[in-house]
T-cell receptor, first 113, second 115 residues
Framework: GENVEQHPSTLSVQEGDSAVIKCTYS??????FPWYKQELGKGPQLIID?????GEKKDQRIAVTLNKTAKHFSLHITETQPEDSAVYFC????????????FGQGTTLQVKP | DGGITQSPKYLFRKEGQNVTLSCEQN?????MYWYRQDPGQGLRLIYY???????QKGDIAEGYSVSREKKESFPLTVTSAQKNPTAFYLC??????????????FGPGTRLTVL
């Protein structure tokens, strides 16, 4: 069935360094790839998304890249800050489907001051 | 949390009791979703609804039930048949497939604990 694998499960970086989280999806028909940030005890917040008609998208310190051939996509956070510490989830979906998102297992990012 | 409210934030229930979790949205979204999140895991889809008076089972629907009588409301009932109900429950909504996009916006969640 449809599956999204996310790595690493935990990531610790020094403030100011970059962080990269990678996801691989199984459904080649997937065409929408959002990333969510979840703080402790709260609901996930959409931080960036990308559709299959583009290879890269950037929003300030956050960027997402998509490789459709390899079926993987990545989240890049530059100049990390302590407030970036949270759990990050990737997901995949196809607009011709029911709108269902298939989520990765999550990455706990810790940014050390 | 973008116009999606879930209540209560914390819920305690005794084993064998049914309990209903509330989810309301004022975003005029057609589609609504319920997810379950367990510690250290991703989100798993319980039920979803693309339009009023219609809903479908997700990946882990057993022991749960829903209704969608109003566009803005999608309550989830955790029944006594759910073997391991203690979890963090998240409700989400999206504009719907008519618009062609899938962005889902999440509520703050309800943490259910079975005593």
């Amino acid at each position: 069935g449809e599956n999204v694998e996310q790595h690493p499960s935990t990531l610790s970086v020094q403030e100011g360094d970059s962080a990269v989280i990678k996801c691989t999806y199984s459904d080649s028909a997937s065409n929408y790839f959002p990333w969510y940030k979840q703080e402790l005890g709260k609901g996930p917040q959409l931080i960036i998304d990308i559709r299959s008609n583009v290879g890269e998208k950037k929003d300030q310190r956050i960027a997402v890249t998509l490789n459709k051939t390899a079926k993987h996509f990545s989240l890049h956070i530059t100049e990390t800050q302590p407030e970036d510490s949270a759990v990050y989830f990737c997901a995949a979906s196809r607009s011709s489907n029911t709108g269902k998102l298939i989520f990765g297992q999550g990455t706990t990012l810790q940014v050390k001051p | 949390d973008g116009g999606i409210t879930q209540s209560p934030k914390y819920l305690f229930r005794k084993e064998g009791q049914n309990v209903t979790l509330s989810c309301e949205q004022n975003l005029n979204h057609d589609a609504m979703y319920w997810y379950r999140q367990d510690p250290g895991q991703g989100l798993r889809l319980i039920y979803y609804s693309q339009i009023v008076n219609d809903f479908q089972k997700g990946d882990i629907a057993e022991g749960y039930s829903v209704s969608r009588e109003k566009k803005e409301s999608f309550p989830l009932t955790v029944t006594s048949a759910q073997k391991n109900p203690t979890a963090f429950y998240l409700c989400a909504s999206s504009i719907g497939l008519v618009a062609g996009w899938n962005e889902q916006f999440f509520g703050p969640g309800t943490r259910l604990t079975v005593l």
